[in-house]
């Protein structure tokens, strides 16, 4: 696992927005969090593409971060239970 956490690290700056989508849902299913490397990579990703997010990615991103890291979602101004 370490291995794909660092290649997924290198590529983040490269993802579009389904890599971005892919890539957070499938840590949540595995019930993992990203290494801090790659949530930052991911993250920083996320908001240089999220304009290019169709509602398949946005609904799997949200859904990744409720999760598995509900507290991110915070920063980006949301809490459970918001409309």
């Known amino acids: 696992m ?5 290649r997924a690290e290198a ?3 490269t993802f ?3 890599h971005v989508a892919n890539t ?3 840590y ?3 019930g993992r969090e990203p290494g801090g490397g790659v949530i930052r ?8 593409v999220a304009g290019t ?8 991103t949200l859904w990744a971060y409720a999760t598995t890291r509900c507290g991110r979602i ?3 101004g949301w809490s459970p239970g918001q409309g």
């Open 11 to 13: 590529l983040a700056g």
């Open 74 to 76: 915070r920063r980006w």
């Open 2 to 6: 370490q291995g794909l956490e660092g």
């Open 53 to 60: 997010f169709n509602t398949q990615e946005v609904a799997n």
């Open 24 to 26: 957070l849902w499938a």
């Open 16 to 18: 579009n927005a389904q």
């Open 28 to 30: 949540a299913t595995m």
């Open 41 to 48: 990579g991911l993250e920083g990703r996320a908001e240089a």
